[in-house]
């Protein structure tokens, strides 16, 4: 595209180009940019998501077993959900609760020990309530132990 003044017999003539090129690269370099971004916005999407609904589901399983814990609040590692776990939640008063059903001492020792034959890097978590005495969680820990379980997990609050 030529602007100016027609070219005269031996006379400088003005003639002014526009270079779209340089505006087409950066229009590119942002239409990747944004194409980036977007993909790490959903893929944190996802990942709340999942984390939101693994927290639903641990609610329904508490509120199917009706029992209220008021675990203590902490801030440590995750543990790995890829593993098998078996969650116990130790109430104040009453029975330890595995899975949704309450069981007693004697049964708990054989859970632990069915548990091991299953898979020897089964995760135990302990959710015991802020007021139940060291003791009992200890005396859980130690005979997960004397099973074979030595992966252990102390269950908090966020």
Do not use: C, W, Y
């Not at 116990?88 to 049964?107: F, Y």
């Not at 299953?118 to 302990?126: A, F, I, S, W, Y």
């Amino acid at each position: 595209m030529a602007i100016g003044k027609q070219p005269e017999e031996g006379a400088d003539s003005i003639f002014a180009d526009i270079n779209i090129t340089p505006l087409t690269d950066v229009f590119l370099v942002m239409v990747i940019i944004f194409m980036v971004s977007a993909l790490a916005v959903q893929v944190e999407a996802r990942q709340e998501k999942k984390k939101a609904t693994t927290q639903q589901e641990q609610a329904e399983i508490e509120k199917k077993s009706g029992i209220k814990v008021n675990l203590p609040s902490g801030a440590a590692q995750e543990i790995d959900t890829s593993k098998a776990s078996l969650v116990l939640i130790v109430p104040i008063t009453g029975d330890v609760v595995i899975g949704g059903k309450a069981m007693h001492d004697s049964e708990i020792d054989n859970l632990f020990r069915a548990a091991f034959a299953r898979d020897k890097g089964t995760q135990v978590v302990l959710k015991a309530d802020k007021g139940v005495q060291h003791g009992r969680v200890v005396n859980l820990m130690e005979r997960a132990k004397q099973a074979g379980l030595t992966r252990l997990a102390i269950g908090t609050s966020g």
